[in-house]
């Protein structure tokens, strides 16, 4: 009997059981399917996740702020980050947010799918209408790139069972292996009905942290953060949900709290070169002022014609030129850093 007329006689076999082997089938399948003489096509090693994980995050503390961006992407409004024994070796870090969690489908379809294009064609998260914050498709080589081992839990409103599913990134992913051939069993646990969110459980730690990489993080965690205070309590026109602010407590220590310290307003925003602020009042007069201290402007426009379709309202705005002659006591790179809205 040849080689594929084994593989036949097994696949069919295996086919008149009253719980037949998927796994088995599939993966000879596979190998009958690539052996064909007439086309080609590309498979993937299973450790090309290590080296993504290395290649795509350099850094940890990158790391750590790109999967608390996809909290705030899953429109978390808190994320609690804890560390045990982070200044050695092997130790263990928790992220918990209270995000929308995520399906048996969508842990299929997106967090296990490498390269999806999720972020690119669903841009604006789906409850609080945020631009999303995190770089596309990471989340799961940020994971790896921590730790050696995760056990994810997830939790969606509206059902009473959980996902559970583990990961060991350094035995289970080893080179030589095709990646279609490694499973991570998912295990379901109850849950109360009302609760949502993703637990990320991050075992033997692959680095020790230094306070001088938690404060990085906490640099990238905090352009997250409005620079301004909310203006209006009304939801967002696009969604019936009113966005709550997004908070990160790290080791104990609140969003809040490092503000003072670290925040926008005193880390970044008092180093513009020029502040603008404008009005309309109730009569639709629009008035404009800029002001730089730096230069010694001060001026005022105001615009002949009525504005009326708008209401009345306000707005404040900075004026940052990335040169380090301008921002005077504040490096460039870090100022970019902390700017939301300049990219990585």
């Known amino acids: 009997m040849s080689e594929l007329e084994t593989l036949r006689h097994i696949i069919a076999e295996e086919l008149t059981k009253e719980q037949p082997n998927w796994h088995l089938i599939e993966r000879l ?15 993937v090693d299973a450790g090309h996740i290590q080296r993504l994980g290395l290649e795509l995050v350099a850094k940890q503390e990158t790391a750590l702020a790109e999967l608390i961006k996809n909290a705030y992407d899953a429109d978390a409004s808190q994320v609690i980050v804890t ?48 631009l999303r914050a995190g770089r596309k498709g990471i989340g799961r080589f940020a994971v790896q790139r921590l730790g050696k ?6 939790e969606v409103v509206g059902s009473e069972l959980g996902l559970r599913v583990s990961f060991d990134w350094d035995n289970h992913f080893e080179s030589g292996q095709d990646l279609n051939d490694i499973f991570n069993h998912v295990e379901q646990y109850q849950k109360p009905i009302e609760r949502e969110g993703t637990r990320l459980r991050i075992g033997r730690l692959r680095e020790t942290w230094s306070e001088a990489a938690l404060n990085r993080v906490w640099k990238m965690i905090l352009s997250l953060q409005s620079p301004f205070s909310a203006l209006t309590d009304a939801p967002n026109i696009l969604t019936e949900y009113v966005d709550p602010g997004f908070e990160v407590q790290l080791n104990g220590e609140s ?19 020029a502040t603008i602020t404008g009005s309309v009042d109730e009569n639709g007069t629009a008035t404009v002022r800029v002001v730089s201290k730096k230069t ?49």
């Open 296 to 344: 010694g402007l001060d001026d005022s426009l105001v615009h002949r014609e009525k504005i009326t379709l708008t209401g009345p309202f306000k707005f404040t705005a900075r004026y940052f030129i990335y040169l380090s002659e301008v921002l005077s006591g504040l490096s460039v790179p870090l100022a970019k850093e902390m700017d939301p809205n300049m990219g990585e």
């Open 149 to 154: 081992t995760l056990m994810m839990e997830t």
């Open 255 to 273: 969003t809040r709290q490092r503000k003072t310290t670290l925040g926008i307003e005193s880390g970044f925003l008092q180093h513009a070169l």
């Open 83 to 130: 560390f045990h024994n982070h200044d050695k070796q092997g130790g263990e870090l928790v992220i918990e947010d209270n995000g929308l969690g995520m399906t048996l489908q969508v842990v299929r379809d997106s967090w296990m799918r490498l390269s999806t294009a999720h972020k690119q064609t669903q841009p604006i998260s789906p409850r609080y209408q945020r």
């Open 29 to 43: 399948s596979r190998s009958e399917v690539d052996n064909s003489v007439h086309a080609v096509r590309f498979s």
